[in-house]
Structures are given as structure tokens and as C-alpha cells.
């Protein structure tokens, strides 16, 4: 391996072509072929009618448009909910000096390292009407949360939360307060400097997080399983969908939903690898 | 996407002595000050709605395992399918963080010291399990490793296809958290190291290595942690036999659709005693290495 230290300066060792190889195989055999198979199943199913014509009738069947129209629906809230509270709370955390900051920045990321079954799990030990701590309280005022949309929508907010403050953060501690000072002085006040001054310095942040939630929440299932119905037209989800398809033996159906949140994730994925400044990536 | 935790100690946070640990005495960045009120205003709505979506919620998963008292908690991690999905998850989240550590590292060598055309595209294809939804990475899988397999393996219902589907969704981990620390590595020391006569063995293990500890250690810790919850992308590979194939997050799948709350509760606890391990490894590690740098 150390013989490849010298591919700098022009040298590679046989060793470096071993690694190399290796390394494609692996991607090739983990990733690559499975995720094009899902473009060839979705198109060209084993026992079924293939090509366009058919794939896109898939997607259009009713409770398909609906588990789209559902998934965009919770995505949307929750996109907005975590712009929100993520771009507030990475000022607070650059910004601010305050008790608790430093266990509060490691509590922000404590969602990523929860399993979405255990999120749901706490969601309806929570918020179930029947069993939520405050699900009385709720019921009295009639609303229900778990077993409908704004479950589905605290379930995905959850899971992606620190997205955005992941992406804010480390912008803000970069490009310091001078700016911000220097309008202060000018006598700008605390939004006029937030709108003119910071905000349009973190935006590409902001927008990756937001990019990043995006495509999270659009795909969130394990959280979302355990607080929805999930039965068609009712709490189905494009990702419970694919489950419920294909545990139905309506192969065409899962891979071609399969098929498009593929190709929307991807299509995040570049947008934020290929978009984002070079001086980052360094 | 995958490094931030490292990241959450960078330069600018710098190192508080403990949460909440008083600011006096240390000079603070210019710029930043205590709360104005409008500031604190918008603290505590933050932490309502932080607290409404995320610490209550959990709380009541720790107060409904433990509501029982000691015994009824240990009763139910006792029973012996609990314990063989609990067994199963912590044997496998092991092996995959061992083999990321391997790989991963020298994914991330061939990323950055190795030139080769087409490189930017392996760069996508890195972040592609974490792209994909859990429940599509699974069905990725079972299109070329599943029944119907053009290559005709078959992997469902397996300990082997349990395996295949936690090594996809965390390949990035190991990758991301190495790649940024090789590419400061400074070759020089190394090539320094073999003018004078150092073996490549003798530079991989006394150089390269040690500086790398840190990362492969959070990267890996990443990647077991992930492994431990992993849930949508097993729901159609795992079979989900107990005591056989069947993962803790779906036994607390199954306990919930059996109206068994107290049970899926304590099960998740675990779960939740080692992603707070584990963040708290991370957090060790983080600081070290902003120490060092």
C-alpha cells in the first residue's frame, strides 16, 4: 500500500492497480449493478408488459398518485419545519454563548443515530391517541397525530432534523462575524443584518440542507411505517408502497415507484456533490 | 454528508470545558455574545419544538421500558428470541464495522492518492446508500442478489443477505470520515520515511496508520451504529425467523404490531444505550483530534 504514497510524484507500484481494481469490484458488485438492475425491472419486468408505455401507467394508477401526492405533502412540512428550526438554531449555536450550548450541539445530531422504528416507537408512546402520554390532551381537542398526516410528518421531520444544521453550521463558524459587525456599525438592525448580511452568505448551506432533508424525508420508511395506517389511500406512503407491492407480489408496481425515488435521490446526490464550491470539497 | 460530527468540533466552537461549562476567563471569539432577549426568545421556541419532536418522545420510551421496574426489563431482554435478535444485530453490526474499517480505508486511499478517469463518477457512487431510501436499498439488492437473481444467488431469508444489506447502506461512513484526514496527510513524511530507509510495511504501521486511527475508529463507530438500527433495508431481505434471521429493530417491529408496548420499549432502549455510546465515543474522539490539529 505504502508503494502508492509515491503516485504524486509519477510512480505506481503494482500494488496500486491491485487496490484499485479491487476497490471497483467491490462498488461494482455492492452498488452499481444492483441500483441499474432497479431500471431494468422497473422497465422490463420478467412476466409482465414491458417498456414505457406500461412503467408509466404503473405510476399513474390512483393509489400510487396518492402515496406521491402523501409523501410530497409531509415532505413539504417537513422540509419547512427543519429550515426553520435549523437555520435558527445553528445562529444560536455560532452566534450565542449560552448554558447547555455544547450538549445542545450534540443533542441536534442525536436523531441521526436513532433507529426509525424506535422513532416511531417513541412518536406513538407519545402522541397515540390511545396510549400517548398526551393523547388525551390531544383527543379533547380533537386532533390526532399518530395514525395521520401530522405523524407522518413529526415521524420525518425527526429523522432529518440535524440535515440542515450540519450543513449551516460549520459556514457560519467559517465565515466569521466581520460583515455582520461591520453592518451593525452602519447601524443596520438584527434583521436587516440576518437578511442582507448572513443569510446570503450561508444560503448555498441552507439550500444543501434543505436539498439533503429533501431527499430524506421523500424517503423516509421506518419511522413513517410505525405512525401511519399505511394502507392504500390511507397513510400510504410512496416508501410503504414499495413495501406493500411488492409483499403483494405486484413486482412491476414496487420497482417502478422503487424507480423514481431512485432516480429523485440521485438526482439530490449530484446536485449537492457536483454544485457544491470547490474551496469545500478541499 | 457523512463527517459532521467531526466537524461539530471544528476551530470555531472550540473546546468548552463540559456543557454549559462557564465562558469566564477565556477570551470568546469576536463577535459572538451571551442572549439578547430576542435571541432567547428564539432559544426557547427552538427547544419547545425540539422538545415536543425529539426529547419527550424518547423520554417516554426510556419511562415505559423501565415503568415495570428492573425485573419486567430483564425478563423481556431474557426472553430467548429477544436475545438471539439482539445477539444476531450486535454480531453482524460488528462484522460490517470491521469489514468498513478494511475497505473503507482503502476506498478512501484509491480515492485520494490514486488517479484514474472516471473518478468523480466512484465518488457519487460512494453516497449512494446513503442517498437511497432504507426500503428501495433493499429492493437494489434483492434485483441482483434476491429470487429471479440474474446471477442466480439468492440471499433472502439469510444471515449472508443480512450481512450484504448492512455492508450497503454504510459504506460511506468509513470512507467519509478517512478520506478528508488522508488528503491534509502530508506525503512528504512519508517519502521522507523512505529515504531513510523505512520499509512500505514499516511507514503503513509507524505513519500512515496512526494518523488515521482516529477517523477509521469514528468512522467505524458510525458504521456499527448504523448497523445496530438498520431497519428498511432488511424488512424484505431479513426473513425474519426468530431466533434465525430476525434483527432487533424488526422483533420491535413485531412486538408493537402485537400491542406488546413495554416490550418494544425496552428492546429500543438498548438500541438507545448504544447510539449514546457510541455519540459519546465520537465526542471523546472528535476532541482529541481537534486537539491534535
Known sequence: MAESTLTRRGRRGPLTYVLRVLVLVYLLLLVAWPVSLIAQRALLPVDDPGGLGPFLERLTEPSTVYAFNLTLTVAFWAVLANTVFGVSISLLLVRYRFWGRRALSVLVDLPLSVSPVVVGLAL?????????????????????????????????????????????????????????????????????????ITLPSIKWAVLYGVVLTAARSLGEFGAVKIVSQGAEFNGETATLLVQNEYGAFNEPAAYAVALVLVLISIIALVVVTYLRPKEDRA | MSTP????TAPGSGPAGGPGAPQRGRRRPRGVEALTPAAGLGLGVAMLWFSLLVLLPLTAVVVTALEGGWGTFVDVVAEPDTRAALLLTITEALGVAVVNVVVGTVIAWVLVRDDFPGKRVLEVVIDVPFALPTIVAGLVLLSLYGPRSPIGVNVVGTREGIFLALLFVTLPFVVRTVQPVLIELDADVEEAAASLGASPATILRRIVLPSLAPAITAGASLAFARAISEFGSLVLIAGNVPGETEVASLRILKFIEGDRYASAAAVAFILLLVSALVIATLDVVSRRVARRG
Not at chain 1, 170 to 183: C, F, K, N, R, S
Open chain 2, 5 to 8: 460530527t467531526l466537524a461539530a
Open chain 1, 124 to 196: 406513538v408512546l407519545a402522541y397515540s391517541s390511545t396510549r400517548g402520554w398526551f393523547g388525551d390532551a390531544l383527543g379533547s381537542v380533537g386532533v390526532q397525530v399518530v395514525f395521520s398526516t401530522p405523524g407522518l410528518v413529526l415521524a420525518t421531520a425527526f429523522v432529518s432534523l440535524p440535515l440542515v444544521v450540519r450543513e449551516v453550521v460549520p459556514v457560519l463558524e467559517e465565515i466569521g462575524t466581520d460583515a455582520e459587525q461591520a453592518a451593525r456599525s452602519l447601524g443596520a438592525n438584527g434583521r436587516q443584518t440576518f437578511w442582507r
